[in-house]
Antibody, heavy 120, light 107 residues
Framework: QITLKESGPTLVKPTQTLTLTCTFSGFSLTTPGVGVGWVRQPPGKALEWVANLYWNDDKLYSPSLKSRLTITKDTSKNQVVLTMTDMDPVDTAAYYC????????????WGQGTLVTVSS | DIQMTQSPSSLSASVGDRVTITCRASESITTYLNWYQQKPGKAPKLLISAASNLQSGVPSRFSGSGSGTDFTLTITSLQPEDFATYYCQHSYITPYTFGQGTKLEIK
């Protein structure tokens, strides 16, 4: 059974850096084709893809956020870490990590999400 | 970037109704199209992958079809637990864009 859980601060100040950790179980990020993705959702709005990290350490970022993002993995801890710099109130959102499947590249399952508020 | 356009953005229906939600890609994504269901305060749940593959445990009243640029999600005989927001998403190439969502409400 695959599970994922996000952790990190619930409140950050504008211009600060956000660091979120996705801790997962039930799969290995050393298995070819496997990945972890991050998706965010501002309150009341649609889902937005943020980044993917793959088993071979390839990293892909949303073009609109790329300059502010870094995604890394610690395979020994089964964790993926997303860092977003220069946070702004418009970045207030629920942040989800999800298992990215081989083959169809769908996100399944997802973590429960963590709400991050950007406010001074 | 490939844009995904869902319609309608909201839909009112009754228990037992059949509903169809459409999703159009701005260019061909072959069958790299996924459908998710999201209930308030919860994470999205994958219903259908690769345009028409029903996920294990998802009721057979849900079905998906399409290829290229045009896709549909159909729910036959709506049940109370189906009232939620539905999103399409392509996974053809990054960025993996989502549609804007369709909120399915009880009439």
């Amino acid at each position: 059974q695959i599970t994922l859980k996000e952790s990190g601060p619930t409140l950050v100040k504008p211009t600060q850096t956000l660091t979120l950790t996705c801790t997962f179980s039930g799969f290995s990020l050393t298995t070819p084709g496997v990945g972890v993705g991050w998706v965010r959702q501002p309150p009341g709005k649609a889902l937005e893809w943020v980044a993917n990290l793959y088993w071979n350490d390839d990293k892909l970022y949303s073009p609109s956020l790329k300059s502010r993002l870094t995604i890394t993995k610690d395979t020994s801890k089964n964790q993926v870490v997303l860092t977003m710099t220069d946070m702004d109130p418009v970045d207030t959102a629920a942040y989800y990590c999800a298992h990215r499947r081989r083959g169809d590249s769908a996100f399944d399952p997802w973590g429960q999400g963590t709400l991050v508020t950007v406010s001074s | 970037d490939i844009q995904m356009t869902q319609s309608p953005s909201s839909l009112s229906a009754s228990v037992g109704d059949r509903v169809t939600i459409t999703c159009r890609a701005s260019e061909s994504i072959t069958t790299y199209l996924n459908w998710y269901q999201q209930k308030p305060g919860k994470a999205p749940k994958l219903l259908i992958s690769a345009a028409s593959n029903l996920q294990s445990g998802v009721p057979s009243r849900f079905s998906g079809s399409g290829s290229g640029t045009d896709f549909t999600l159909t729910i036959t005989s709506l049940q109370p637990e189906d009232f939620a927001t539905y999103y399409c998403q392509h996974s053809y190439i990054t960025p993996y864009t989502f549609g804007q969502g369709t909120k399915l409400e009880i009439k």
